[in-house]
C-alpha cells in the first residue's frame, strides 16, 4: 500500500475564497521548493505508517500544508486536516500565555512569590521563587517525571496520573535544585505549577480557562486533555518502530507542561496571530510579548514557553516536544515573519530535524550568517598511541564520550548508543568514518588537563577533557558500602563495591552498574552520584543528580 498523502478538502466556496492565497502562494514558493518540500514530508514514512502534519506560514499568509501517512493503522485511517496530534512541550508557550493574559489584566505578577497562590510549597525555603522563575525554567524546582524514576515508577504507565499527584509530589520536597534565578534548568514541574496558579486565580480548572481561551482565538480543535480515557474525535494514535509499528500508551493526565491536542489548522492559526493577525481577545502588544525573551529577567534564552536562539547565523525562536511517539516543533524566524510547523505521530520522525531541513529549502543562502569555525587546529602535532586515546572525555556540560577499540578500530560510543568508528586524517586529527565532516583532535600531550577537540562545520570546536585514572587504595572505594535514604522521595539506595572501581547500585527499583571515573562521583546509566563528606573525610551521605534533578540529598543510615 502507498503513504497516503492528503490536502485540506475545500467546499466549493471555500475553494474559490482561497484560489487568490494559492495565485499569492506560486508566487512566494517556486514549483522547485514546493517540489523539494513534497519530497521531504513524503519520504518520513512509507506505506502503512504513521506520519506527519508540515504547515508553514509567511506573513500572515498559509504557504504550505500538508498531510501525510496515518493517524491510526488498525482501520487504516489517514492523516487529514481534521486530525490532532499530541505536541507534548510545545503546549508550554499556550500555558504561559494564560499566564501573560493574567498578568495584563492585573491579577498577577511575574514577581510574585508562587507561595502566594501555593502556600503548601517549600515552606521552610528563606529566599524567593517568583512565577518569572516557572516561566524561564530558573526555579531549580525538581522535575517531577524525574523524581517519579528515582522512585521506579514510569511516568507515563502510571495509570491516572494528575497535576494533583504532581503538586502533592512537590509538596514533599525540602530543597532546590539550586537557588532561583542563578541559572537554567528545564523542568516540566515548573508549567504544571503554572496551570496550578491560572486555576487557582481564575476559580476554573486550568483545561476550562486555556479552552475558553483557544476558542476566542479561532482555535477549535486545541484543547487540554485531563482525562486520557475521554472520547476524542479524530485523535491519532501514537507509534514507535520497534521491528514493526506498535503503539506507544499514556495512561496519564498531566497537561500544561504538555498534554495539548490540536491540529495543524488550529496551529496555523496561531501562527497568523503571532505574524500579526489581530484578535480583539489579545492585544497586538500582548502577542508580541509572548514572543519575546522577559526584559530584564536573568534568563534570556527562554521566555514564556519558548525557547530563543540562532540557525546558521540567523535569530529564530523554538520550542520542541516529544511525549511517547508523539512529537513536533515550531520554528520561527521573526525577522523573515516565517513559522515552520512539523507534529507528528511517528516516533522515529524528527521534527526539529524536519524543521531545519524545510528552512534550509525556504531561506535563500545568502540570508544565512553563517561562522567559519576551525576544523582542525592551526599545529598538528604527532599521532597519539592508540591506548592513549582510549578513555572517557567530559564535556563543560558534564556529558561523557568513551573512545574504545571496536573489531581494531577506534571508535566513540556515547550512552547506549552504538559506537562510531573513526579513521586517522594526519598527525593528531581524526574524522568520523560515516561523516567525514566531524572531525577530531586530541591534545594528550597536555600535562594540565589532557583534552580533545571536536570540529564541524558551522559550530565552534568543542572542548572535552580526558578524564585520568582515579589511584586509590581499595579501602577507599570499599567506604562508600552502605545504604542512604531520602525521604522528599522515601527510597532507599544501596551501594557495594564489586572491585576494580565498579560499583552495584540498587536506585530506581533496579540495580545498576556503576563506575568511579573521577575521585567521589559514580556514574551509572542516568545517574551521577557526588559523594559527601564531613570535615574529618568521613562519607556523611550522597547526591543524586541526573540531567533535571541536582544534589538530591541522601542520608547514609
Not at 476566542?216 to 501514537?238: A, D, H, I, Q, W
Not at 496561531?270 to 502577542?287: I, M, N, P, R
Not at 520550542?319 to 510547523?341: E, K, M, W
Not at 552502605?482 to 572491585?499: H, K, L, P, R, W
Amino acid at each position: 500500500m502507498n503513504a497516503f498523502c492528503t490536502y485540506r478538502p475545500f467546499s466549493l466556496l471555500l475553494f474559490l475564497l482561497l484560489l487568490t492565497n494559492t495565485r499569492a502562494l506560486s508566487q512566494s514558493l517556486s514549483k522547485a521548493q514546493e517540489a523539494d518540500l513534497d519530497q521531504l514530508v513524503m519520504e518520513q514514512s512509507e506505506g502503512l505508517a504513521p506520519g506527519l502534519a508540515v504547515g508553514i506560514v509567511k506573513n500572515g499568509v498559509i504557504l504550505y500544508e500538508k498531510h501525510h501517512g496515518y493517524a491510526e493503522l488498525n482501520h487504516e485511517i489517514p492523516i487529514d486536516p481534521r486530525t490532532r496530534f499530541n505536541i507534548a512541550s510545545n503546549a508550554k508557550q499556550f500555558t504561559a500565555l494564560c499566564i501573560l493574559k493574567l498578568k495584563a489584566e492585573g491579577k498577577l505578577n511575574l514577581k510574585d512569590d508562587i507561595r502566594k497562590y501555593l502556600p503548601e510549597l517549600y515552606k521552610d525555603y528563606e529566599g524567593k521563587i517568583t512565577v518569572e522563575h516557572l516561566v524561564t525554567h530558573s526555579s531549580g524546582i525538581r522535575d517531577i517525571y524525574n523524581l517519579l524514576g528515582i522512585q521506579g515508577k514510569v511516568w507515563w504507565a502510571t495509570n491516572g496520573l494528575d497535576n494533583q499527584d504532581g503538586l502533592a509530589l512537590l509538596t514533599q520536597q525540602k530543597e532546590l535544585n539550586f537557588e532561583p534565578g542563578s541559572q537554567y534548568l528545564y523542568s516540566n514541574s515548573n508549567y504544571i505549577l503554572l496551570t496550578e496558579i491560572v486555576s487557582r486565580i481564575s476559580g476554573q480548572s486550568f483545561a476550562r480557562y486555556a479552552k475558553e481561551l483557544f476558542e476566542s482565538l479561532g482555535m477549535p480543535n486545541t484543547e487540554f486533555v485531563t482525562n486520557y480515557m475521554n472520547r476524542m474525535p479524530f485523535k491519532s494514535r501514537p507509534y514507535a518502530n520497534w521491528g514493526k509499528w506498535k503503539e506507544y500508551p499514556s495512561i496519564t493526565d498531566v497537561h500544561g507542561d504538555g498534554g495539548l491536542f490540536t491540529t495543524l489548522e488550529d496551529q496555523m492559526r496561531w501562527e497568523q496571530l503571532v505574524q500579526g493577525q489581530t484578535t480583539k481577545v489579545l492585544s497586538a502588544a500582548l502577542v508580541k510579548e509572548s514572543q519575546q525573551p522577559i526584559p530584564n529577567a536573568p534568563i534570556q534564552s527562554y521566555g514564556y514557553g519558548l525557547e530563543f536562539s540562532s540557525f546558521k547565523g540567523l535569530d529564530y525562536t523554538y520550542h520542541d516536544g516529544a511525549t511517547g511517539a508523539y512529537n513536533a516543533s515550531v520554528h520561527r524566524f521573526p525577522s523573515l515573519q516565517l513559522s515552520i510547523l512539523v507534529i507528528s505521530n511517528n516516533g522515529q520522525i524528527s521534527p526539529n530535524y524536519l524543521a531545519k531541513r524545510c528552512a534550509n529549502i525556504l531561506i535563500p543562502a545568502n540570508q544565512f550568517r553563517t561562522k567559519n569555525y576551525p576544523q582542525q587546529p592551526e599545529q598538528l602535532t604527532v599521532k597519539p598511541e592508540r591506548n592513549a586515546i582510549l578513555g572517557y572525555y567530559k564535556s563543560p556540560e558534564d556529558n561523557l564520550i568513551r573512545f574504545q577499540e571496536t573489531d581494531g578500530t577506534l571508535a566513540w560510543k556515547i550512552g547506549q548508543n552504538r559506537p562510531f568508528p573513526f579513521n586517522h586524517v594526519k598527525g593528531n586529527l581524526y574524522e568520523m568514518t560515516e561523516n567525514n565532516k566531524l572531525r577530531i583532535s586530541f591534545h594528550l600531550e597536555d600535562t594540565d588537563q589532557p583534552h580533545m577537540i571536536i570540529y564541524y562545520p558551522g559550530s565552534e570546536p568543542r572542548y572535552h577533557s580526558k578524564l585520568l585514572p582515579v589511584e586509590e587504595p581499595e579501602s577507599y572505594f570499599k567506604a562508600l558500602n552502605g545504604n542512604y535514604y531520602n525521604d522528599e522521595v522515601a527510597v532507599e539506595v544501596e551501594i557495594e563495591f564489586q572491585g576494580d572501581k565498579n560499583y552495584d547500585v540498587l536506585i530506581d527499583g533496579g540495580r545498576s552498574k556503576a563506575l568511579m571515573l573521577e575521585k567521589d562521583i559514580l556514574r551509572l546509566s542516568g545517574y551521577v552520584v557526588e559523594i559527601q563528606r564531613d570535615k574529618q573525610g568521613e562519607i556523611k551521605g550522597i547526591h543524586v543528580n541526573d540531567n533535571r534533578i541536582r544534589r538530591l540529598n541522601f542520608q547514609r543510615k
